[in-house]
């Protein structure tokens, strides 16, 4: 069983940046697929960000391409979401999310949650 322990949310000025770290215990993650997803309150929960195992292979959702960066050390059993030119639409409850290799971007297709951190950005 894996947990996962999101941090690093704030609040933040229109054009700031933030990192959230993502740590995981109960087990090596080298083996799961990660992701990032935010959910903004009245909205679905939605995909931003995935890495796979290796590391190697990234993608993104196309709002965030070019000013989000995942990344991954494993040695570290953490993962993390680097949010650079942050707009007010970037505001929501950020989650980490591991899942055995698959699909990135499915919400359904992770097992295991972090408990989400909050990032709000002011316009």
């Known amino acids: 069983q894996v947990q996962l322990v999101d941090t690093g949310g704030g609040l933040v000025q229109a054009g700031g940046s933030l990192t959230l770290s993502c740590v995981a215990s109960?087990?090596?993650?080298?083996?799961?697929?990660m992701g990032w997803f935010r959910q903004a309150p009245g909205m679905e929960r939605e995909f931003v960000a995935g890495v796979s195992g290796s590391g190697l292979s990234k993608y993104y959702v196309d709002s965030v391409k070019g000013r989000f960066t995942i990344s991954r050390d494993n040695a570290k059993n953490t993962v993390y979401l680097c949010l650079n030119s942050l707009k007010a639409e970037d505001t929501a409850v950020y989650y980490c999310?591991?899942?055995?290799?698959?699909?990135?971007?499915?919400?359904?297709?992770?097992?295991?949650w972090g408990q989400g951190t909050q990032v709000t950005v002011s316009s």
């Open positions: 999310a591991a899942r055995l290799p698959g699909s990135y971007s499915i919400v359904g297709s992770y097992d295991y």
């Open positions: 109960g087990g090596p993650i080298s083996i799961y697929t």
